[in-house]
């Protein structure tokens, strides 16, 4: 028998998800599309919220819903292998290969070094990364404490920091949206929509759905309906949140141009609003937004991490994870945030389309009896497509010239593919993938069944 959650508890669990979603990135991105969407922000905002966090949420229910018992469980409907490469993938990416060194780099960079002379900035940095993913490996060595630490203080203590920045743009607008910029003045949607991946949020829910079904488990919730159900209550509080603060800044972003300019990055919106708000003051507010934020997402990345890897190689304890894991990104960090960047995103590019097929699948599943050519079939189209996506992104932030092969193959691509300029070229060869297969699979099914029958009625 399952027990009664309070809306309480629902919200506990609810702010919980929301801090382990909610990084520095999550904040520099929507500032970003906002000062560039200009006038279309609203439209391309909306596309923003639906992979920033309507994917985010389908990714939690979807563990939830196809009754997985982790991600790897999920994705080895594909093959084992697949369920085994994709997993640790999808985990280094998000953890201590990109995500975690990420939040430290951002944190400092946008939060700390505004208080930082520019000849000390590379030892405030390593002492500054030193801190944080101290305070992070000291906090994820007590994964059972994570709603009381992370659900009941600091998620509050990021809205409370930020509810004041944004209601002063509200009251107070630094100026008029202006004209939208590059790819916003002709398809925002589309824009605001491929700007969401930037979140990276779609590839953690898969991770976080199960530190949020073992949270309601420990609340007295053990039945797959009712975990569903709690899930996507917890969820929806999350996604609120998200949703408002995501508007939130990116209208901010687009009312401060007049006064700051068109900046590169949303980080120096962030701090030049918060000065114009609120003077020194307003700097120092915006320093502890970015830490707390960076600093909750690093806490989750860092246990869903180490709690996967000691579950693949048991022999090595999950402590022991927790400080490789955190000392690794500790090094990376100082390698800085642009050298991030520049190879996050090509693999971002290549897992984030075969991350949003398989929530697809795991929700269509049913349909076609979770046949696995239906699996196969959908991820294969999509991995051919998006590698290529990868690469194209590689040699652009590299600033190389394409491969003759390469090149041919993506000018076979645009030529052919709808939407592919957009990024979404892999869009429509999935779902025309799991039409067919799909209603092969259903056949399949039924001819055996019947043949089942008709051999039982012949006996």
């Known amino acids: 028998m399952d027990r009664k959650l309070s809306f309480g508890?629902?919200?506990?669990?609810?702010?919980?998800?929301?801090?382990?979603?909610?990084?520095?990135?999550?904040?520099?991105?929507?500032?970003?599309?906002?000062?560039?969407?200009?006038?279309?922000?609203?439209?391309?905002?909306?596309?923003?919220?639906?992979?920033?966090?309507?994917?985010?949420?389908l990714g939690i229910l979807a563990i939830g819903y196809s009754k997985s018992s982790d991600l790897q469980d999920l994705s080895s409907r594909v093959h084992p292998v697949f369920g085994l490469v994709?997993?640790?993938?999808?985990?280094?990416t998000i953890g201590p290969f990109f995500a975690l060194p990420r939040t430290g780099a951002v944190s400092y960079e946008v939060g700390i070094a505004p208080f930082i002379g520019e000849g000390n900035m590379a030892i405030g940095l390593i002492v500054f990364s030193v801190i944080f993913f101290g305070i992070s490996l000291w906090l994820s060595l007590n994964p059972s404490k994570m709603v009381d630490n992370i659900g009941k203080y600091l998620s509050p203590g990021i809205l409370i920091t930020l509810a004041a920045l944004l209601i002063m743009s509200i009251v107070r607008p630094m100026g008029s949206p202006?004209?939208?910029?590059?790819?916003?003045?002709?398809?925002?949607?589309?824009?605001?929509?491929?700007?969401?991946?930037?979140?990276?949020?779609?590839?953690?829910?898969?991770?976080?759905?199960?530190?949020?079904?073992?949270?309601?488990?420990?609340?007295?919730?053990?039945?797959?309906?009712?975990?569903?159900?709690?899930?996507?209550?917890?969820g929806a509080v999350a996604s609120a949140l998200l949703a408002i603060v995501y508007t939130g800044i990116a209208y901010l972003g687009a009312t401060s141009t007049n006064t700051l300019g068109l900046m590169d990055t949303g980080g120096p919106v962030l701090s030049g609003a918060s000065a114009?708000?609120?003077?020194?003051?307003?700097?120092?507010?915006?320093?502890?937004?970015?830490?707390?934020?960076?600093?909750?997402?690093?806490?989750?990345?860092?246990?869903?991490?180490?709690?996967?890897?000691?579950?693949?190689?048991?022999?090595?304890?999950?402590?022991?994870?927790?400080?490789?894991?955190?000392?690794?990104?500790?090094?990376v960090t100082n390698a800085g945030l642009a050298n991030i960047i520049t190879y996050s995103i090509p693999v971002l590019m290549f897992l984030y389309p075969l991350a949003i097929v398989l929530i697809i699948l795991a929700?269509?599943?049913?349909?076609?009896?979770?046949?696995?050519?239906?699996?196969?079939?959908?991820?294969?189209?999509t991995f051919f497509i998006a590698i290529i996506d990868g690469l194209k992104t590689l040699t652009s932030s590299l600033e190389v010239a394409n491969p003759g092969w390469l090149q041919a193959i993506i000018d076979f691509y645009a030529s052919s593919?709808?939407?592919?300029?957009?990024?979404?070229?892999?869009?429509?060869?999935?779902?025309?993938?799991?039409?067919?297969?799909?209603?092969?699979?259903?056949?399949?099914?039924?001819?055996?069944?019947?043949?089942?029958?008709?051999?039982?009625?012949?006996?």
């Open 9 to 57: 508890q629902y919200s506990i669990v609810g702010m919980m998800l929301f801090a382990l979603f909610f990084g520095a990135g999550n904040l520099i991105f929507p500032a970003q599309l906002g000062q560039y969407a200009g006038s279309e922000v609203w439209i391309a905002i909306a596309g923003f919220l639906i992979t920033g966090v309507g994917l985010p949420l």
């Open 178 to 234: 202006e004209a939208p910029q590059e790819a916003y003045a002709s398809g925002a949607f589309l824009k605001g929509f491929t700007e969401g991946y930037n979140t990276m949020d779609a590839l953690a829910s898969l991770v976080f759905g199960i530190i949020v079904i073992a949270t309601v488990r420990k609340l007295g919730v053990n039945s797959p309906k009712g975990i569903l159900k709690a899930t996507l209550k917890s």
């Open 417 to 459: 593919l709808p939407l592919y300029a957009d990024g979404l070229g892999w869009l429509l060869p999935a779902l025309i993938v799991i039409a067919i297969t799909g209603i092969i699979a259903r056949s399949k099914k039924s001819v055996n069944v019947r043949g089942v029958q008709s051999e039982a009625y012949n006996k």
């Open 86 to 92: 994709f997993t640790a993938l999808l985990y280094l």
């Open 363 to 381: 929700f269509l599943s049913p349909l076609f009896k979770h046949d696995r050519l239906v699996y196969v079939s959908a991820i294969t189209v």
């Open 276 to 331: 114009h708000y609120f003077g020194t003051f307003g700097a120092s507010l915006l320093a502890v937004i970015i830490t707390l934020a960076c600093l909750t997402t690093a806490i989750g990345l860092t246990v869903a991490n180490a709690e996967y890897f000691h579950k693949l190689t048991p022999k090595i304890s999950y402590k022991t994870y927790v400080v490789i894991f955190s000392v690794f990104s500790l090094v």
